[in-house]
């Protein structure tokens, strides 16, 4: 009878709390209707990008763009912009230079070299443009190469690192560390300032002489150290394990590590700024989390979503974050070749910062 | 008197005869703007394939570019084995003549003259595309009142020649029976698809 008595208060005192409690059903269905949206209605290989270089403008250039076409993302482009797309830019794992004369050579039964300049750190990209340009090679030496002689030898070139393969592994061990450091920045920082409320620490601490900046920000530096040893062991467990690649400059890979937990961890601040109770920081936490991670490249390679989840992941610090570390572990930056993702990851890390100083009711029980 | 009127007559029909024959350039334009046609109109990629080599089956002399083709090989074939090669051949050299000829979206055929030689004759031609020219040229023999190619050069590198130095490559890696059975595989389906 006490049980059920207790029971019944507990549950009159979830009850109370509608957003949790709509958070239960409302946001787990939000995530699954999205991450499904995003997984099931991909382009397939069609959403990746093959930059071409048509130096040759004859038929059989033609006929091979035709090919390609059917499979993938096909831009005729300059030399420089190829280079530009998957050196710079990573927008392409490969891009093909058709060199001139290979019309004229073809149609001799004179073999060619044809140029493929890749991004090797693209791997999941790359294999799929590789077979497409194995069916594309084969439906049109059926055009004009009766016994299969090798008349497109194609030169592969790596011109973002000294690597040619890589795995899964790649993808999938700095994926799921960014996704668990995130999860749990979200959990601990919506968790720890929640409890602090219910211990009046919170009340405590406001009637200090310390101001509002430097208390949040103080809190979130200690996350952030944690946070940034807790990816480097992660990252540095998988390459003694799993012979991960880390790259060639421990200071880029710091920075990044920095960079990136520091954007995450402000992040988490304004995600706790929006949760109330303890009941709604899990739902909350993970449908951010999951989607964060399933749009900006964690789980899951970015080019086999739909170019409109592409377009929204191209702004989210998720993949900013996994583009940082790749460039560091598998195209071998140094901390200016990743100047550009650490200034957008401190300016996210700012921004967030200063919306969660802005929303955070901190102390607002002393206030009161 | 029957005599000189029999040296006449004789006289007469093979002047006639020569008039009615095509020129050889004239006649090879004829043919290659009916396959201008083709290549241009609105039919699948395996529909021009079909009528393209019914076009070419009365142009090219696939025999004679077969067993020059073979060369020395040739009296190592069995009779059976000639006439079976003879019918791949002209599957094969139809079908990569004419896929080299579907690769031009709109060809557009220049006729840039013709070498009379006996009973033979050369023409030469060129693929005009925006960017590039391609130069064809056919020799040509008289088979009747019209002519027929007995050989095809693409950009100074004769087809018969390249599929000979194929074909003799892959007899040094396999027997006569094994090339007819690659042959058959690839060729062994007239008017399909090239696998």
Not at chain 1, 7 to 13: F, H, P
Not at chain 1, 85 to 95: G, H, P, S, T, W
Not at chain 1, 182 to 199: G, P
Request: hydrophobic share 50%.
């Amino acid at each position: 009878m006490k049980t059920l008595a207790v029971m019944l208060k507990d549950l009159r005192l979830i009850s109370r709390d509608h957003f949790g409690l709509a958070g239960l059903l409302v946001v787990p269905i939000v995530v699954i209707v999205v991450i499904a949206a995003a997984t099931q209605s991909g382009d397939g290989s069609k959403g990746i990008l093959l930059p071409v270089v048509n130096e040759d403008q004859g038929p059989v250039a033609t006929a091979l763009i035709r090919a390609f076409r059917e499979h993938l993302d096909v831009r005729e482009v300059t030399r420089s912009k190829a280079h530009h797309l998957v050196a710079e830019a990573n927008d392409a794992a490969a891009a093909l230079i058709l060199p001139p004369e290979l019309s004229k050579r073809y149609l001799a039964q004179k073999p060619s070299n044809v140029e493929l300049l890749t991004d090797p750190a693209q791997w999941q990209e790359l294999e799929a443009i590789k077979v497409v340009m194995l069916l594309a090679d084969r439906e049109t030496a059926s055009l004009g190469d009766p016994f299969s002689q090798e008349l497109l030898a194609v030169h592969e070139l790596s011109i973002t690192g000294d690597h040619l393969a890589f795995s899964s592994l790649e993808q999938n061990i700095p994926g799921f560390s960014l996704m668990f450091v995130l999860l749990t920045l979200i959990f601990s920082v919506s968790l720890a300032l929640r409890e602090e409320e219910v211990w009046n620490t919170s009340g405590r601490l406001w009637i200090a002489p310390v101001a509002p900046a430097s208390l949040l920000g103080g809190k979130l530096l200690a996350r952030l150290i944690v946070g940034t040893a807790q990816l480097l062991l992660l990252l540095i467990f998988g390459h003694f394990v799993y012979g991960l690649r880390l790259g060639h400059s421990p200071i880029a890979m710091i920075a990044v590590a920095i960079a990136v937990v520091a954007a995450m961890t402000c992040f988490a601040a304004v995600v706790a700024a929006f949760v109330r109770t303890r009941e709604q920081a899990i739902p909350v936490g993970l449908a951010v989390a999951f989607v964060l991670a399933s749009f900006g490249g964690l789980f899951w390679p970015v080019y086999d979503l739909p170019r409109s989840v592409q377009a929204i992941g191209k702004v989210l610090m998720t993949t900013w974050s996994m583009s940082a570390i790749q460039d560091v572990m598998f195209r071998e930056r140094s901390l200016t070749g990743i100047s550009t993702e650490l200034l957008v990851l401190g300016a996210y890390g700012l921004t967030s910062f200063l919306i969660a100083l802005r929303l955070f009711r901190y102390g607002d029980e002393a206030h009161s | 008197m029957m005599r000189r009127l029999t040296i006449i007559m004789a006289v007469w029909f093979a002047l006639a005869g020569s008039a009615q024959a095509a020129a050889p350039l004239d006649y090879t334009r004829t043919i290659l703007q009916q396959a201008r046609t083709i290549v241009a109109g609105n039919q699948t990629h395996n529909e021009k394939l079909a009528a393209l080599s019914a076009l070419f089956g009365k142009f090219l002399d696939t025999d004679a570019m077969g067993r020059e083709a073979l060369g020395e090989h040739w009296s190592s074939f069995t009779s059976a084995q000639q006439k079976e090669f003879l019918d791949l051949f002209r599957e094969l050299l139809q079908r990569t003549y004419v896929q080299k000829l579907l690769l031009f979206e709109n060809p557009d055929f220049v006729y840039a003259g013709q070498q009379l030689t006996g009973n033979g004759a050369t023409v030469d031609t060129k693929i005009v595309t925006p960017r590039d020219q391609f130069d064809v040229s056919y020799r040509l023999t008289r088979a009747g009142d019209n002519w027929i190619a007995t050989a095809i050069t693409v950009e100074d590198v004769s087809l018969t020649s390249n599929l000979g130095s194929q074909l003799s490559d892959l007899l040094t890696r396999m027997s006569v029976d094994d090339l007819l059975t690659l042959m058959r595989r690839k060729y062994g389906n007239p008017g399909g698809e090239v696998s």
